[in-house]
């Protein structure tokens, strides 16, 4: 376990719910780059498996929350997409 992996994912954690919330309350996708969280949440998932595969420690949990939270803000996307249309 790293103490420099753990300060980067709690970095990019505290960054995400920012981002969900302001996904969710402003409705647009202005600013936002599906490319750019899809590599994002392809990074978290190959950190996930790493962990599984070669190191397994706590720092899972980290990864796996990372994930969840980019997923969210990929779902916002596309509802915000969807909104966007009509």
Excluded at 20 to 42: C, D, E, M, V
Excluded at 73 to 85: A, G, M, Q, V
Aim: glycine content about 6%; charged content about 10%; proline content about 3%.
């Amino acid at each position: 376990m790293s103490i420099f992996e753990i300060g980067m994912l709690l970095c990019f954690g505290f960054a995400w719910p920012f981002s969900i919330y302001r996904s969710y309350t402003s409705r647009q996708n202005s600013g936002k780059s599906l490319p750019f969280l899809l590599i994002l949440l392809l990074g978290y998932i190959s950190g996930i498996l790493h962990k599984i595969f070669y190191n397994f420690d706590p720092v899972i949990y980290l990864y796996i929350l990372n994930s969840i939270m980019v997923s969210i803000d990929i779902l916002l996307f596309y509802r915000n997409k969807r909104l966007n249309l009509v």
